[in-house]
């Protein structure tokens, strides 16, 4: 079924994906990321070591995984767009828990919870959103960055109000930031429950079609390399720039900039992900994002830190639409929900052990600049390996 077979008026595609994008909003952008913003409080009252606050992304990240694994069957058997609501709506309850008790095991449990309904709500809006931009193929690039730069609304929007509410409220106040992000989360989940997203919520395009790994198993080493990379430095960064003397507004210009820059991205990155079919596309978006990363390294100042978040900002969101690109332009549309599924795995096993291994060595050299060096080379290396990347014959 497409937007012309519905009796009403058609909804404009640009304007479903944006509602649409509300999910990795909700999924992303707040239920894994706003952690970074709580995180420097959390470890000072319920004193973790690094180790410890890494394992919160790292359990999170296994819900991804664990997620991730499981949407192709999920939607097969309810839908695209009932998988995008449930996913989301789990995403709004985990936050909401994360407020009840500093309980490690229940931290746990609620960031568990958090993991899968993000992979859940990204993976089938991710091929939705595929679905939705092949009603202008011409556009469909743009369209598709859309969708991805949903998680840049859910970093500003938390940014803008966190650090800054921890600041009102006080030492020990991490709960009630996460239950203002579970309020503002919860209006931003009513669009998708209105929209008529199952105007696209079928996949079409022929007899079902198998996956293969062995033919991108270098493309999803190098999106490995980019889930394990990224997360350092989005998990660490707020509490490197609050050692380094950067109060609330600092932390909240820093974190905005990183959000405000996927509203950007569409328009930077559009020629390049159509530029070639196979891993030239992310090799040079990532590549880009490796530099945003390193720059901290190089100095603290208020220029060198804006800068850098303005350069990760803005390549980390394309990375992910342009792996979107990739599975559009060499697979069959029947094979889309499998092929973006198998990337999401790869990427949550890389953001699994990422944090895990990031906080042992943080904790062992006692400098979160170790955190840095090791993401930005990681992010490196998944630059290089996606280059070997080549078109797949269909």
């Known amino acids: 079924m497409t937007l012309l077979d519905r009796t009403e008026a058609p909804v404009h595609p640009a304007r479903l994906i ?39 992304n790292t359990i999170n990240a296994a819900g991804y995984l664990a997620g991730a694994l499981i949407t192709s069957q999920l939607v097969r058997r309810y839908g695209l767009s009932a998988i995008v609501r449930v996913g989301t709506l789990g995403c709004v309850l985990s936050l909401a828990l994360c407020a009840l008790s500093g309980n490690f095991v229940l931290l746990s449990a609620a960031r568990l919870i958090a993991g899968i309904g993000a992979a859940l709500a990204f993976v089938a809006g991710g091929a939705l959103a595929t679905t939705i931009a092949q009603s202008q193929p011409q556009r469909s690039a743009f369209l598709l960055s859309l969708f991805y730069a949903g998680p840049g609304l859910g970093i500003l929007s938390s940014g803008l109000i966190t650090p800054f509410l921890l600041q009102a409220a006080g ?47 270098i493309y999803l080493v190098g999106y490995f390399m980019f889930g394990a990379g ?25 974190w905005c900039l990183i959000g405000a820059s996927a509203f950007v991205t ?39 830190l804006a800068i850098s978040a303005l350069v990760f900002g803005v390549s980390f969101f394309a990375v992910v639409a342009s792996t979107t690109a990739f599975v559009r332009f060499n697979y069959a549309q029947a094979a889309w ?5 198998a990337m999401t795995i790869a990427f949550g096993i890389g953001q699994t052990l990422g ?3 990031v906080g042992a060595i943080t904790d062992a050299v006692g400098s979160l600049s170790s955190a840095l060096a090791v993401s930005a080379a990681t992010l490196a290396l998944g630059a290089l390996l996606s280059g070997f990347q080549r078109p797949l014959k269909r």
């Open 18 to 56: 944006l509602i649409l994008s509300l999910a990795p909003t909700v999924g992303l952008g707040i239920g894994r990321f706003a952690y970074s913003l709580l995180l420097p409080d959390m470890r000072d009252s319920l004193q973790w070591s690094y180790s410890a606050a890494g394992f919160m």
């Open 171 to 217: 030492p020990g106040s991490w709960w009630i930031g996460w239950l203002v992000m579970a309020a503002l989360s919860a209006v931003m989940t009513l669009p998708l429950l209105l929209a008529p997203l199952d105007s696209h919520a079928s996949m079409s395009g022929g007899p079902a079609t198998t996956f293969s790994i062995r033919p991108v198993l």
């Open 230 to 254: 990224y997360i350092a430095y989005m998990t660490f960064m707020i509490a490197y720039v609050r050692d380094a003397g950067g109060g609330p507004a600092a932390q909240s210009a820093f």
């Open 266 to 304: 569409p328009w930077v990155w559009r020629r390049i992900m159509a530029l070639d079919r196979g891993g030239v596309s992310t090799t040079i978006i990532l590549a880009v994002n490796a530099l945003g990363a390193a720059l901290p390294l190089f100095g603290l100042s208020p220029l060198i």
């Open 337 to 341: 929900p499998s092929a973006i599924a």
């Open 355 to 357: 944090p895990l291994a």
